[in-house]
């Protein structure tokens, strides 16, 4: 099975919520920093948001700071992605994705130290 499983993508309106779930498998989500990043067409992809391992505290990319929320359900080995207030900009294919650490340089352009990635799950954000 795949390690990482991302899922709950679709289309919402602008200023709308929707929430992606992660699941994971092969592994104890728990014990790993995890995160959240993006890619939409034609443009870089972006680190969005990660959970640390250690006491759950959280970093996040300035442009979804106060907007998108990371969190743990570690009995079911899956993590979440609560995304509110959606903007046009939002739109891209968001990626689950086991970190060997959560800090702004793991979310950083050229970060090249994930190795365990989802398939993605696309968002769109339009009226």
């Known amino acids: 099975q795949a390690p990482l499983v991302e899922s709950g993508g679709g289309l919402v309106q602008p200023g709308g919520s929707l929430r992606l779930s992660c699941a994971a498998s092969g592994f104890i989500s728990e014990f790993y920093p995890m995160a959240w990043f993006r890619q939409a067409p034609g443009k870089y992809r972006e680190g969005v948001i990660c959970i640390r391992a250690s006491d759950d505290s959280t970093v996040s990319a300035d442009s979804v700071k106060g907007r998108f929320h990371i969190s743990r359900d570690n009995a079911a080995n899956t993590i979440y992605l609560q995304m509110n207030s959606l903007k046009f900009e939002d739109t891209a294919i968001y990626y689950c994705?086991?970190?060997?650490?959560?800090?702004?340089?793991?979310?950083?352009?050229?970060?090249?130290?994930?190795?365990?990635w989802g398939q993605g799950t696309p968002v769109t954000v339009s009226p």
């Open positions: 994705a086991r970190a060997p650490e959560c800090s702004p340089r793991a979310l950083s352009p050229g970060y090249g130290l994930i190795e365990v």
